[in-house]
Structure formats: structure tokens, C-alpha cells
């Protein structure tokens, strides 16, 4: 299914207010983005790094827990009047105009390793 950032915005908030009563406050949903964040390095850490998988860690899959993520800051997004298509395209638009030769400069990203 193919949705916009602005249709996930909706999406979100026809969800929220059809069946969460009402928004967490900021500050909570703030908490939770981080908590969902961990969520997502145990799963990276365990997949792509040094530490092995623990009994506790089975069922968890690294495309819910990045769905966690986005669906909090999403929710962010909602209560704090944030349109995050306009948003990312405005943060795109500033590290092209900063990063545009940087990266392809970079020795350490060119060198054949």
C-alpha cells in the first residue's frame, strides 16, 4: 500500500480519535518515541552488531519496531501542528544545500575499503 506522509498524519489521527479516546500529552509520547527508539536498537544491535538475540527478544521484527517509531513521531507531529511532508522536504532541501560536495569529498567514504 502506498500512503503519504500527509495520509499517515490523517490516518493517525482518524485512529487516535476513533479508538485511543484522546492523544498521550507531548511530553508522554515524547517518553514513548524513546522507549520505541531503544526497541529498535536492541533489534539492530542484535542483528547487526556484537550481542546475541536473548528468549525475550523472540517475535520482535525490526519493521514494527521502526513502525513504532514513525507512529509516534507522527503523533508528535499531530499535536505539535508539524506537517512532516513539508518538513522533510524543507530538511532535505538544507542538507543538500549543505552537504552537496561534502560527502563526495569525504576520503573516508570514497576509499575502496
Given at each position: ?43 539492530m ?8 538475540f ?60
Open positions: 500500500m502506498h500512503m503519504t506522509l500527509d495520509e499517515a498524519q490523517k490516518q493517525v489521527d482518524e485512529w487516535i480519535k476513533t479508538y485511543g479516546v484522546r492523544y498521550f500529552s507531548e511530553l508522554s509520547n515524547m517518553a514513548i518515541l524513546t522507549e520505541e527508539v531503544g526497541e529498535l536498537a536492541r533489534i544491535v542484535r542483528t547487526y552488531g556484537d550481542q546475541s536473548k528468549p525475550s527478544d523472540k517475535g520482535s521484527s525490526l519493521a514494527d519496531e521502526m513502525a513504532d517509531v514513525l507512529w509516534v513521531l507522527i503523533c508528535l507531529a499531530n499535536q505539535t501542528g508539524v506537517n512532516l511532508t513539508e518538513a522533510f522536504r524543507q530538511n532535505l532541501q538544507k542538507k543538500t544545500d549543505r552537504d552537496k560536495e561534502r560527502h563526495l569529498n569525504n576520503s573516508k567514504l570514497t576509499a575502496k575499503g
